[in-house]
């Protein structure tokens, strides 16, 4: 069995910990972390100690606040490339070069939206990529498709300060959506170069003419990946975010300012943290005490989630090279295969995903590059887990590279590698997914209307469109399709059901859906009671008129009887003046 600790771990947390305080946390359980994974395990330890051997070697190791860069440093690092390589872009860098995307290369195809501020104040910038995007006084910069249009909209910067939705035309609603996350965890750079380099792959392809006949080489695979981005751009909003944690990744830690792992923080879901585990799996898999309340960041991530409801999203982290998906929490705490629902989509995207790169397939630790979030090690309080249940996001965590913060050197080619991963990964998530339209007898949309694709999925809910899009393994057998859609006090939706013939990897399958509402309940209950006041009344009304008959006739009898009376007076008198009136009446 090999020792606990060997020694070239213990040199490397000596140095490391210096300035990652969460390292004497996570190195001595040893179980590895993933998504976050400083799996301090041998082959880890080698990377990184021949990583630092090689920096140290040439003398161009840093400090943490070389990267982490101050405004005045930041000329050192706002080119993207020196010489060969391609450096990490400051957080200053980082925001200017979002813009400046915006503003060149997806000029008319992209805005730029703040999604939040984090606990230090900083910004939060999301590009958002798409046909429906439009900017005033800029048309659009090429044709793109069909969609490609002229200015329009009323901003004036694009950029909306508060991340509202610019309304109407501008919405993401009705269209496919995806997301591109990097830096959750401060120490983990290279997603927002990766984000970075997204945003350009799809919006240079996009934009550039039909291929010349001087582009020989590779023409093919240009001419898909061109087809690839004009479809993304016409029928999808992707959502760009480079960083989630800046300030994490100004002081280079894990965790945000107050020290809290973000991908611990969200709300647990499906499996809370096992009430039994011991601080060391507490330490791995998350601390119930940092899970009561949400960070700022966390809060900001939750409701940008929730306002879009992300078809599927793309989370970078670093320490391993693997793409691992739900569930990542299970009930008892135990390293075992923790299935979802939808385990066959998932295991299909990942796999989409690790095929698509260049090695991650070809690992010797995880089979075929994917893995099962609890099959590796169990954590409550992820992000994908609370997207998965909460927003029917497909959402992937990438462990990019086997080192965390890898040199500058290898960056253009991680980045590069992983860029073409997520293009294939994203379109396959969007466009084989089962999707379609559910509207009215009117042609309105239903919105919040469920969907379940097949018998035991977790259903995913349409927007304020209607528009519903789940992602799916492909399939060549009849899918059951479930509509439910919501109960509304006026109305009653019936459930619909159908099915598709084959969910195709491509193009996934349609299915737009028209549902005639019944009167709801309320309605119902509220026609009877009008009804039977409406009797109610007639009732009171028909018993009305017949007091009033009778009073009327009452009062006839008592005006005869008083005649009558009348009549025998006179007559009585009469009688009288007839006999002697002088004389004292008979007495007998
Ligand atoms: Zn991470």
């Known amino acids: ?3 606990y600790w060997r020694p070239s771990e213990i040199c490397l947390c000596i140095l490391w910990v210096t300035n990652r305080r969460e390292y004497l946390l996570t190195a001595p359980a040893r179980a590895g972390w993933r998504d976050d994974a400083p799996r301090v395990g041998a082959r880890r330890a080698r ?15 840093r400090s943490s606040s070389d990267y982490a860069s101050t405004s005045a440093s930041d000329a050192a690092v706002s080119e993207e490339t020196t010489g060969t390589k391609r450096l990490y872009a400051s957080n200053d860098a980082l925001a200017r070069r ?3 995307i915006a503003r060149t290369t997806c000029r008319g195809l992209a805005r730029t939206r703040v999604l939040g501020k984090t606990t230090r104040g900083r910004d939060v910038i999301a590009l958002e990529i798409g046909s429906h995007v439009r900017v005033a006084g800029e048309g659009v910069a090429h044709a793109v498709g069909t969609d490609a249009g002229g200015a329009g909209g009323a901003s004036t910067t694009g950029a909306d300060a508060d991340g509202t939705d610019g309304g109407g035309a501008w919405s993401a609603e009705g269209r496919l959506r995806f997301g591109f996350m990097g830096n959750m965890h401060g120490d983990e750079p290279v997603g927002r170069e990766i984000a970075l380099d997204v945003a350009r792959w799809v919006c240079e392809r996009a934009t550039t003419g039909p291929i010349s006949d001087a582009e020989s080489t590779g023409a093919a695979g240009q001419a898909a990946d061109r087809a690839m981005a004009r479809r993304l751009v016409r029928e999808a909003a992707l959502f760009i975010v480079p960083t989630v944690n800046p300030d994490g990744f100004e002081s280079r830690t894990r965790g945000n300012t107050n020290g809290v792992d973000l991908n611990r923080n969200f709300p647990y879901t499906a499996f809370s943290l096992p009430k039994t585990l011991s601080g060391r799996a507490g330490a791995l898999g998350g601390d119930p005490e940092s899970n009561v309340r949400q960070e700022k960041e966390t809060e900001m991530i939750m409701n940008w989630s929730r306002k879009w409801r992300l ?6 982290h670093e320490g391993a090279l693997v793409a691992n998906y739900p569930w990542d929490g299970n009930g008892d705490g135990s390293t075992t295969y923790s299935a979802s629902p939808d385990d066959e989509t998932f295991k299909y995207l990942a ?11 070809q690992s010797e630790e995880f089979e075929g590059g994917i893995t099962n ?4 090690y169990p954590l409550w309080g992820g992000m994908q887990d609370w997207q998965y249940v909460n927003t029917g996001t497909y959402s992937l965590t990438i462990e990019v590279d086997d080192r965390k913060w890898p040199d500058e050197r290898e960056l253009q080619r991680i980045v590069d590698e992983h860029v073409q991963s997520s293009m294939v990964t994203c379109a396959r998530t969007l466009f084989g997914s089962v999707r379609g339209f559910v ?14 694709v097949g018998d035991d999925t977790l259903p995913v809910t349409t927007d304020g469109l209607g528009f519903f899009s789940k992602p799916s393994a492909p399939s060549d057998r009849p899918t059951s399709i479930t509509v439910t859609p919501p109960t509304r006090p006026w109305v009653r939706y019936p459930t619909f059901k159908s099915t598709v013939d084959v969910i195709d990897p491509f193009n996934g399958a349609s299915l737009d859906v028209v549902i005639v509402p019944h009167p709801s309940t309320a309605v119902r209950l509220l026609r009877a009671a009008v009804g039977l006041v409406f009797v109610l009344l007639s009732i009171a009304g028909l018993r009305l008129r017949v007091l009033r008959r009778r009073r009327r006739v009452f009062a006839l009898q008592e005006s005869l009887a008083d005649n ?3 009549e025998k007076a006179i007559a009585n008198r009469r009688g009288a003046n007839r006999s002697s009136p002088a004389t004292t009446p008979r007495v007998s």
Do not use: C, F
Not at 311 to 316: I, V
Not at 351 to 361: C, G, L
């Open 311 to 316: 078809n599927g999203m793309l989370n970078y």
């Open 98 to 100: 979002v813009e400046e």
């Open 47 to 61: 990377a990184m100690a021949e990583a630092l051997a090689r920096a140290d070697a040439d003398g161009e190791r």
């Open 373 to 376: 979030g609890a099959a590796w």
């Open 351 to 361: 796999k989409t995903y690790a095929d698509s790169h260049p090695t991650m397939n």
């Open 564 to 566: 009558r009376d009348i």
């Open 439 to 452: 509207r009215d007898q009117r042609g309105r949309g239903i919105a919040g209307a469920s969907v379940a």
């Open 1 to 3: 069995m090999a020792p």
